[in-house]
């Protein structure tokens, strides 16, 4: 019954590929990285038969994994499958999280239950299966360090070579599982944006095909199952708001998809969760761009933080991120890197949740947002924790007793922890 999602034969209702900025059609079932217009191409279905020939309470029955959505991503068969376990991640409720910065109904989506560690597997695991599919033998990415950690498993898994750029102050054990899973690791000085173009420069005499952010149409159709994966979990209804992390914003642009094409099959409403992009302060080019009513972003100068996964100075959907936070009625919140530490300690020990530092950016910009009166404390809102907390640094632990020496208990409770 396990196997049911990964072997059974399901239908593909692939149409074509869309350029997300002009419309254009390019044929599906042929290699493409970007749009003839040089912009991120979408998958696109034949969502009125979609709707005629699935039932809804079919898939929810099904296993609950990744896969379980098979009809509504474009991997063309099950032998194109490339898995590693990619279960329903939870929703937990975080109540006193909630209570302190002034709400009600707080849900952490745990995206650290990936194979890998985080939410990345969603979109390699779509991706690499869509490259053996099509015969690619060989790809590269510039990464942060979670996205080349997946990258480098499916592709293993897969036997597709991988090469992986990645910045010199990526975290190291994120660096080190990337070379573990068998990808090739090339540090680089400097971040994501400022590595991209090696990537590019190296298509022709690398012979590999890139995987960057949004340079490929599937990426973002395994992030797209988190939006599916959420509606699911809450009853065939969206919450309030959703916040998100955002680097490259590829879940943030799957998601919305996913709203759009269960509204299609008729399996949800109208309404739309209030999407909120989450940045850096130091490095916030969605952010800057809403707040100044642009339809682009331009490229943040020297953009760093200390938080890996915000450090993306620019991104290539700038133009599909700024317009989704408009038609959700949404906003932007940047963070302080100085703000991340206490929030993730914070969340741990009132709720026992371990987010990692971009999925305490998220906590720190759910508390800005009641404060502001951005958001209703009655509000039902989700945080995507993105990866797993023990894959960065915690607190070093010092204080330490002698066997020989008399312990004093009583001192030692009162204490507490």
Not at 144 to 149: L, M, T
Not at 369 to 380: E, F, K, S, T, V
Request: aromatic share 6%.
């Amino acid at each position: 019954m396990h196997d049911d999602n990964l072997t059974a034969d399901r239908p593909v209702f692939v149409t074509h590929l869309e350029c997300a900025a002009t419309g254009e059609h390019h044929a599906a079932g042929h290699v493409h990285g970007l749009s003839r217009a040089g912009k991120p191409l979408l998958v696109r279905y034949d969502l009125d038969t979609m709707r005629r020939r699935l039932d809804r309470d079919a898939i929810a029955a099904r296993p609950a994994d990744l896969w379980r959505w098979r009809e509504f991503l474009p991997v063309p068969s099950a032998a194109s499958i490339v898995s590693l376990g990619e279960t329903e991640t939870p929703l937990i409720a975080a109540p006193e999280s909630a209570r302190r910065a002034g709400g009600r109904t707080l849900l952490v989506k745990d995206e650290g239950r990936l194979p890998t560690g985080s939410f990345k597997a969603r979109g390699l695991a779509v991706a690499v299966s869509m490259a053996k599919s099509l015969g690619i033998s060989r790809v590269a990415m510039p990464t942060a360090g979670n996205a080349g950690a997946a990258l480098a498993a499916y592709c293993s898994r897969a036997g597709i070579a991988a090469f992986v750029f990645v910045p010199d102050d990526a975290p190291e054990t994120t660096i080190s599982e990337i070379a573990l899973q068998g990808a090739r690791v090339l540090r680089v000085d400097g971040n994501i944006t400022e590595i991209g173009p090696l990537v590019e420069a190296g298509k022709a005499a690398g012979g590999w095909f890139s995987m960057a952010t949004l340079k490929e149409p599937y990426r973002v159709e395994g992030k797209k199952t988190m939006g599916l994966e959420l509606v699911a979990q809450l009853g065939w209804e969206v919450p309030d708001v959703i916040f998100y992390p955002t680097g490259g914003g590829t879940g943030l642009i799957g998601m919305w998809k996913a709203f759009a094409e269960l509204e299609a099959l008729g399996w949800i409403g109208p309404k739309r969760p209030r999407m909120v992009a989450v940045q850096s302060s130091t490095c916030g080019p969605i952010a800057r761009a809403f707040d100044a009513g642009a339809a682009v972003a331009e490229p943040w100068a020297g953009g760093n933080t200390a938080v890996p996964g915000l450090r993306v100075p620019w991104t290539i959907g700038d133009f599909m991120l700024l317009r989704i936070l408009r038609e959700s009625h949404g906003f932007a919140v940047t963070v302080d890197d100085a703000e991340i530490e206490p929030a993730r300690a914070g969340m741990a020990r009132v709720d026992g949740i371990h987010l990692c530092p971009e999925g305490a950016a998220t906590l720190v910009a759910y508390g800005k947002a009641l404060a502001r009166g951005l958001i209703a404390p009655q509000d039902r809102a989700v945080l995507f924790n993105c990866a797993s907390g023990l894959k960065y640094a915690m607190p070093p632990v010092t204080e330490r007793i002698e066997r020989s020496q008399p312990l004093d208990y009583a001192r030692l409770v009162t204490q507490g922890p």
